[in-house]
């Protein structure tokens, strides 16, 4: 590959060695055509809606439930192949989401979408690949600012958004970027395989511990953790990269570490307890909408926030077996089970410490458990490390090889 100055060229940044031709620029509706055909008779039965991350996907496994009419005549349809544009903004999604149909054979779609085939003079997955980077949004900023916006949606008319420009480099360039980032793509999806894989690995292997002699002991939390609840912090005090990140129930996701963002602080209040400045391996509990899941400090500077519990266990094999049970078993489900609230679930700290759990009947099944359990940890945190390098790796791409 090659890298360029686009300021002078029309040229991406980076490029394969044997093209040098510039991109030139067309109307969408130049390259793809639109779809008006609609669902009639009911031909299709299976109601769609666009996921910025997952694409193209049944409403049923997206939502949970249906949330079309059930007269769908009025409705695209639309063949596998066919291309959508979601116009419904969002933060991730400044200016919408456009996303093929992979994974039905067909599918009908709401009328509010705009929906196009690609003609022959472009390569299907190089629009795939394209609509994942962000070379697009510039024409849809130009006829949908800031200002122009209505109920969630974009406010552009068909005719506009098919008049937005776009470079394209020629057929075969296109192919040839369409195979790299298929490689790409494909690689990440075989480390997400692996990654899930070693999950399922690892929950098998704790059904089987847990559940075997090892662990004869049948105890509550409370004889071995005391719990702490979170502090109120006052919203007035939140600065830009502050000392202290205050550790809400947004950052307890299930995943093994706390993640996301946080707001920060610069001084400790004076009346905050100790328990709530966090350390480093402190077990946290989400007590409030998504109860049950458990995750772990990684680091120093930290703070409790409230419906936020924490797990005050002493001995460290404890807490790590105490962190390996209530991830890998049912402790989730029977926290949402025991969850108060219609709008949204609370747990409460008796709940928690009421808990059964089987614990080991010696210290040395206790540290073997801890020691082949951790393994399994070490090597996912590993698996997502390389996860993580090949985004970003297909991320910079995106920026360096559309215009």
């Given amino acids: 590959m090659e890298h360029y100055n686009p300021i002078f060229s029309k040229v991406p940044t980076l490029r394969f060695a044997e093209f040098t031709d510039e991109w030139e620029k067309y109307e969408l509706s130049h390259f793809v055509t639109r779809i008006t055909r609609r669902n009639k008779n ?3 039965s299976l109601p769609l809606t666009i996921s910025a991350q997952y694409g193209l996907v049944d409403q049923i496994s997206f939502f949970n439930k249906t949330v079309a009419s059930v007269d769908l005549s009025g409705y695209y349809l639309l063949y596998n192949g066919d ?4 116009k419904s903004y969002s933060n991730d999604y400044a200016w919408g989401a456009v996303k093929r149909l992979d994974k039905y054979e067909k599918g009908c779609l709401s009328s509010l979408y705009f929906v196009f085939r690609p003609n022959d003079n472009v390569d299907s997955d190089y629009l795939t690949h394209y609509f994942e980077s962000s070379k697009w949004h510039k024409g849809i900023s130009n006829i949908a600012g800031e200002g122009a916006r209505n109920h969630g949606l974009l406010n552009m008319s068909v005719d506009d958004y098919f008049a937005t420009k776009h470079c394209l480099p020629s057929l075969p360039e296109q192919k040839k970027i369409a195979r790299f980032f298929n490689a790409i793509t494909r690689r990440i999806e075989i480390q997400n395989k692996i990654i899930e894989d070693l999950k399922v690995l690892k929950k098998e292997l704790c059904a089987k511990l847990f559940g075997s002699p090892l662990c004869g002991r049948i105890i509550a939390i409370e004889q071995v953790a005391d ?10 005090a939140y600065v830009n990269k502050g000392k202290y990140k205050i550790v809400t129930i947004g950052n307890v996701t299930g995943d093994k570490y706390i993640s996301g963002n946080y707001n920060t602080i610069d001084r400790l209040p004076n009346n905050i307890q100790k328990p709530q400045v966090l350390s480093k391996g402190d077990i946290l509990v989400s007590l409030t909408g998504n109860v049950g899941r458990i995750s772990i400090v990684d680091g120093d500077e930290y703070l409790l926030n409230q419906r936020v519990a924490k797990l005050g266990i002493e001995d460290d094999l404890t807490k790590e077996y105490i962190y390996q049970y209530l991830s890998n078993s049912s402790f989730e489900k029977d926290m949402i089970n025991a969850g108060q609230g219609a709008a949204q679930k609370n747990i409460k700290n008796q709940d ?3 808990y059964c759990i089987r614990f080991p009947t010696d210290q040395t099944a206790l540290e073997n458990i801890d020691k082949l359990l951790s393994l399994y940890d070490i090597r996912i945190t590993s698996e997502k490390a390389i996860l993580s390098n090949l985004i970003l790796q297909k991320s910079y ?3 360096a090889m559309f215009i």
Wanted: aromatic share 26%.
């Fill in 397 to 399: 791409y995106l920026r």
């Fill in 352 to 354: 928690i410490l009421s």
């Fill in 42 to 44: 009911n031909k299709s």
């Fill in 227 to 236: 719990i702490y609840g979170g502090y109120a912090f006052n919203s007035k």
């Fill in 83 to 86: 291309f959508a544009y979601n």
